[in-house]
């Protein structure tokens, strides 16, 4: 579904993403994990193409210069130099880190924005599918969004990116600034979008034992290159990767 | 596959002149006083190359605006409020020094640093309300106020309405006009970029980024912000005390609006947050504005293309651009 093949970005002359490829089959979930500053972000912007937009502007401010290297393709097809809404529109949709909701509008306002590229029909039906996967955002339909607590601010933003009718969904950082129980109720929502609709999904976590048990492969980014990748299992069981990521020590 | 990219470095000279080092030799000093040294001596030389005193006089205005386009971006870079009140603080510092020397009898040296102050602590006052909050609402303030008071000295026919004050004092002659006002530009120019490096400097920029985060660090926003606003204003009322000297006329006028229009476009064009870009937009700017004088009206046209253009293309500015260019270069490296 989506190949990307020697990903390489740099923010004037530091290296944010080095030689990374990436592989999402269909209906898989893909996770990356890293620390900080591992690029987790940076390869969630060059993957849905807001880096493209990022390097217009600082060029343009006469900022930092970006230089992203790289193919991408998606749906056999390459989108490398496609712009950010012709990619959100053949279906790979961004739903950024701090969930970025549109802090003035209300609940339903906010779908219904995310709802630009859905047909009514579509949108209509998954309206009722994003209020039975997250029932309260059912009773915070008239609310403003930025006065939503943080749990239920993620679940509109997932709601939001569903709503432009996904084939591959780019989850950042879902479970970033999260309870424990709002935690493992995001991270049951994300299989059942998987499992119901048959959505890829690519979700990136700084701590992986909330989501890795839901993920199919994984690939563990440091200071920006893949210093390790496999299917779940694997990784799972790899003693490096239980020591940093899941906090386990083994003594 | 080869893949190559322009990699920016900077340049060694620069490296090596940064902080004590710079006292290594005469390279590194040079590399350090010679841009300062070449606007400092062209600004200098600017009366004596102008062919006549038309010209002359042309100096003097582009230096008031100067001095607007400052206080433009010092408010704009470093605190985060977008000023349109330019026409505001020339008006209050002008018709201020105009009273003072036709009613109080006070030589021009006297009216125009008491105008400065005094309108300084005006405008303060008047922009006050405005200062704990974010967003336009300053920008609307500070343009609503020009007109309003533009009116308010029309219908009441205060200070000679639509007259205007007469007879104010000019400058004793040109030169010493015109060498105060670039004295003026220098004082605040250097000033304003050694004051935002200070500690306060430090507080302003904190109260753009994150204001509440300055709040939590237990430091009133308000009283920053009127500290900044009264430093900035104070530049605008100098303006306008000067441009009532230069005219030797004070009138509604000084509350038009091409006072606050015309410092963004030069700081736009100069590049903001450099606080030397605004002079130089103001110094290619206004002589424009006086070459095109002829086609009256049109000349807006003439602005609003060249600053449509420098937002397209270079939105960061003559001196930002120059900047890099000056202490980096470029080269291309394989990947």
Known sequence: MLKATDLMVFYENMLALNNISITCADKQIIGVFGANSAGKSTLMYTLSGIMDDIQKKEGMAGGERITVLGRIQYLERDITDLKPSIRAKRGMVLCPERRRIFNESSVMENLRIGGYLATKKQSKETLDYIFELFPPLQKLKKRIGGFLSGGEQQMLAIGRALMAQPKLLLLDEPLMGLSPLIQSILVRATRKIRDKRGISIIVTEQYARPVLPIVDYAYILENGAAVLEGPHDEILNNPDVRSAYFGVSEE | ?335
């Open chain 2, 1 to 335: 596959m080869e893949q190559r990219r322009k990699e920016r470095l900077d340049r060694g000279i620069k490296v090596r002149s940064d902080g004590l080092y710079a006292l290594m030799s005469w390279r590194e000093l040079s590399y350090l006083t010679l841009p300062r040294l070449v606007l400092i001596i062209g600004m200098l030389m600017l009366p004596f190359l102008m062919p006549n005193s038309y010209w002359q006089r042309v100096i003097s205005i582009v230096c008031l605006y100067a001095l607007l386009a400052l206080s433009f971006d010092f408010l704009a870079h470093f605190l985060g409020l977008v000023s349109l009140g330019g026409a505001f603080f020339i008006g209050v510092g002008g018709y201020l020094s105009a009273i003072m020397n036709t009613s109080l009898g006070l030589p021009p040296f006297m009216a125009i640093p008491l105008a400065t102050l005094l309108g300084a602590g005006i405008c303060t006052l008047f922009l006050l309300p405005c200062l704990p909050l974010r967003g336009v609402y300053f920008a609307i303030v500070t343009l609503m106020y020009p007109l309003a008071l533009a009116r308010v000295i029309e219908a009441m026919d205060l200070f000679g309405g639509t007259d205007g004050v007469l007879g104010v004092d000019s400058f004793p002659n040109p030169w010493v006009e015109q060498y105060f006002v670039i004295a003026m530009v220098f004082l605040f120019m250097f000033g304003t970029r050694r004051l935002v490096n200070t500690d306060l400097g430090l507080v302003l920029r904190a109260v753009k980024d994150n204001d509440q985060a300055v709040k939590a660090s237990g430091m009133s926003i308000t009283y920053y912000k009127a500290i900044a606003v009264f430093i900035a204003s104070a530049m605008g009322c100098l303006s306008g005390a000067c441009l009532v000297h230069i005219y030797m006329w004070a009138g509604i006028s000084l509350f038009a609006l091409d006072f606050s229009i015309l410092p963004i476009a030069a700081t736009v064009i100069g590049g903001g947050g450099t606080l030397v870009g605004p002079v130089l937009g103001c110094f290619i700017l206004v002589p424009i504005s006086e070459l095109l004088r002829e086609f009256g009206t049109l000349r807006i046209v003439f602005y609003s293309l060249v600053l449509m253009a420098f937002i397209v293309f270079r939105s960061e500015g003559i001196m930002v651009y120059g900047e890099r260019k000056y202490h980096q270069f470029e080269r291309w490296v394989k990947v």
